[in-house]
């Protein structure tokens, strides 16, 4: 089955322990994007990648760190989370190669991270 | 930076009711997307419109891009309570990246 994972779907940590959000696809997709989800903000970029070894900031990388050594992964690193880290996180995957980058985006089920 | 400011943020009306839901900015992209997302799963792309004044229909929805490709549209037909959830517009600058900005959501209750 063609599908966007995350683990773990749920974490509670405490502040300065660093932790990874694991994700990967499994339909050979060149692009993939992590965001965040807050109440009354909607989904915010935190990341994207549109290829392997190429990374580029989205509208609020602060404190995040992203790696994409092989096409199917995509973990995002919090190397010292805080508490306004706290959210719900998304991972995301599409082709990436159709004119304008209009093709379909493949979310993953979310991360909710509760950081103490 | 690009703002997309969607509206309304909440609605909540009867089923058999029609709704448009806006997504507006200052800023022109490239292509508009529609998603819409159930409570505990990611969101689900619903439409992608890439030319002025497109105008797609989805069963009993009504997408549309303004002229200038700066704001968009979703209008509901007679509303039904599976049509319930939040709904997000997403739009992809004109310089092409990779960056996509979403608007804040519209939640849609459909009462029966």
């Known amino acids: 089955e063609a599908q966007v994972t995350q683990n773990p779907r749920y974490l509670i940590t405490v502040t300065g322990k660093k932790l990874t959000v694991t994700c990967s696809q499994n339909?050979?997709?060149?692009?993939m994007s992590w965001y965040r989800q807050d109440p009354g903000l909607g989904l915010r970029q935190i990341y994207y990648?549109?290829?392997?070894?190429?990374?580029d900031k989205g509208d609020v990388p602060e404190g995040y760190k992203v790696s994409r050594k092989e096409k199917r992964n995509f973990p995002l690193i919090l190397e010292s989370p805080s508490p306004n880290q706290t959210s719900l996180y998304f991972c995301?995957?599409?082709?990436?190669?159709?004119?304008?980058?209009?093709?379909?985006?493949?979310f993953g089920p979310g991360t909710r991270l509760t950081v103490l | 930076t690009q703002l997309l400011e969607q509206s309304p943020q909440f609605l909540s009306i009867q089923e058999g009711e029609n709704l448009t839901v806006y997504c507006n900015s200052s800023?022109?992209?490239?292509?508009l997307q529609w998603y819409r997302q159930e409570p505990g799963e990611g969101p689900v792309l619903l439409v992608t419109?890439?030319?002025?004044?497109e105008v797609k229909k989805l069963k009993r929805l009504t997408f549309q891009f303004g002229d200038a490709r700066k704001d968009s549209s979703l209008h509901i037909t007679a509303a039904q309570p599976g049509d319930t959830g939040l709904y997000l517009c997403?739009?992809?600058?004109?310089?092409?990246?990779?960056?996509?900005?979403f608007g804040q959501g519209t939640t849609l209750q459909v009462k029966p």
């Open positions: 990648s549109m290829n392997v070894e190429v990374t």
């Open positions: 419109v890439v030319t002025g004044g």
């Open positions: 339909m050979n997709h060149e692009y």
């Open positions: 995301a995957s599409s082709l990436g190669t159709s004119r304008g980058y209009t093709d379909t985006q493949y």
């Open positions: 997403a739009g992809r600058g004109s310089s092409n990246t990779g960056k996509l900005i």
């Open positions: 800023s022109v992209f490239s292509s």
